[in-house]
C-alpha cells in the first residue's frame, strides 16, 4: 500500500479486485520493505532491468501488511481455472502426473517434449498446466493462450488420452531457478509426481542489452537437489 497511516494492527481489511471483496485480511504486521534487498534475494538481481523488478519498485506500494486471509470467493477470471481439489479428481487414482508448466502456446517441439516425457514415465498422465495471468511485456495475452490450448487439446484428445488440460491463474515473475521451483511446488499440490523444467525456464532478459538473467540450465540444476 501507498500509506498505512489510517490502519491499526488487528483490523480487518477487506480485499477487493475490480471493486468486488475477494478476501478478509487480518492485520497482524504493518512495515516498509527495503525492496532492493528483496529484489536481489528474490531475483538474484535488484537490477531495474529485469522486468520484474522495475514492477516491484515502480508498482508495488511502500508498505506491506500480513496476517490471516480469509477467502471470501474466487476471482472471476475471463478463462475457466481450477482449483486443486479440482485437477486431483480428474486424474486416475495410483497412476503418476508428469506435469508441464509454461506461459506460452505450445508449439511443436513443445509438444514432442510431452509425448517423450509421458512415454519415459511408465503408465503415467501427462498435466499440460498452463500459467494464464500477467506475465512480462512481449508475451501473449492469457486470453488468446488458453485458446490455443483448448483448439490443441481438442486436436489431440483421440490420440493422446493420456493428457488432461488445467489452467492455473498465476502471474509470472520471471525469477528463473527460484521461481522454477515454486512451480514444482504449486503443481505437486495439483496432484503431480513429476514436473518437466523446460531450458531457461521463468527466464528473462534484461530490457537494454538483451542479454540473459539466468543460464539456460540453472533451473535444472536447482531442480535436482529437490
Not at 46 to 63: A, F, N, R
Not at 126 to 137: F, R, S
Request: proline letters at 7%; one cysteine or more; charged letters at 25%.
Amino acid at each position: 500500500m501507498k500509506d498505512v497511516s489510517g490502519i491499526k494492527e488487528g483490523e480487518k481489511l477487506l480485499l477487493k479486485w475490480k471493486g468486488e471483496g475477494v478476501a478478509v485480511l487480518e492485520a497482524s504486521s504493518m512495515y516498509k520493505p527495503n525492496k532492493v534487498v528483496e529484489a536481489k534475494d528474490v531475483y538474484g538481481t535488484s537490477s531495474l532491468e529485469h522486468p520484474t523488478v522495475l514492477s516491484l519498485i515502480q508498482e508495488t506500494g511502500d508498505y506491506y501488511i500480513g496476517g490471516n486471509l480469509h477467502g471470501i470467493k474466487s476471482i472471476a477470471f475471463p478463462y475457466p481455472v481450477q482449483t486443486p481439489a479440482d485437477v486431483r479428481a480428474m486424474l486416475p487414482e495410483g497412476k503418476p502426473v508428469v506435469a508441464f508448466q509454461n506461459r506460452n502456446p505450445i508449439h511443436r517441439a513443445h509438444f514432442e517434449l510431452l509425448v517423450c516425457a509421458q512415454r519415459d514415465v511408465k503408465d503415467s498422465i501427462l498435466l499440460v498446466h498452463p500459467t494464464c495471468g500477467p506475465t512480462q511485456p512481449g508475451d501473449i495475452d492469457g486470453v488468446v493462450r488458453i485458446s490455443t490450448y483448448e483448439a490443441l487439446k481438442e486436436e489431440t484428445k483421440q490420440e493422446f488420452p493420456m493428457f488432461r488440460w488445467a489452467y492455473l491463474p498465476y502471474s509470472m515473475k520471471m525469477a528463473g531457478p527460484r521461481e522454477a521451483i515454486q512451480h514444482m511446488i504449486i503443481r505437486k499440490n495439483y496432484g503431480a509426481t513429476h514436473f518437466i523444467i523446460g531450458r531457461d525456464m521463468a527466464g528473462t532478459k534484461s530490457t537494454l542489452d538483451g542479454e540473459d538473467f539466468y543460464g539456460p540450465y540453472d533451473a535444472q540444476e536447482t531442480g535436482k537437489k529437490f
